[in-house]
């Protein structure tokens, strides 16, 4: 998969989740995913898919194991914030799809989340 694809790809599954939205607070090339008014994925650009930020607790550790992997410019990487180049990840969709979901539980409200996983369990 290009990494054009993978942004594709993680830009729908991110689109999925509970009141996510797009935007593009610098410009329409440079694409985040809100929840409500907060920023759970940095996409990159049409021009420039070349990587994907997202913040991670439990997944951190991984993810910066990873070819390329940094933390976060501009102080976010302190909070766990971690950039991904895509092409030294493009093999494994779901592993990043599992980090926007992450991500977006971070910093979504507790009541998108619960919503969330009530949508995932069939038996709720």
């Known amino acids: 998969m290009t990494p054009a694809e993978l942004r594709t790809t993680l830009l729908e599954f991110a689109l999925s ?16 995913v809100k929840v409500r008014k907060k920023i759970f994925a940095f996409l990159g650009s049409d ?20 070819p390329g992997a ?18 030294e990840v493009a093999e494994d969709v779901e592993l990043l799809c599992d980090w926007v979901e992450e991500s977006y539980r971070l910093v979504a409200p507790k009541t998108l989340v619960a919503r969330l996983d009530a949508d995932a369990d069939p038996a709720v």
Not at 47 to 63: C, Q
């Open 47 to 66: 021009e420039d898919p070349s990587s994907v930020t997202v913040k991670l607790r439990d997944g951190h550790g991984h993810a910066m194991s990873l």
């Open 17 to 32: 989740l509970p009141e996510a939205w797009r935007d593009a607070p610098w410009g329409e090339e440079d694409v985040v």
């Open 70 to 87: 940094k933390p976060t410019g501009y102080g976010l990487g302190r909070h766990g914030w971690v950039s991904l180049p895509l092409a």
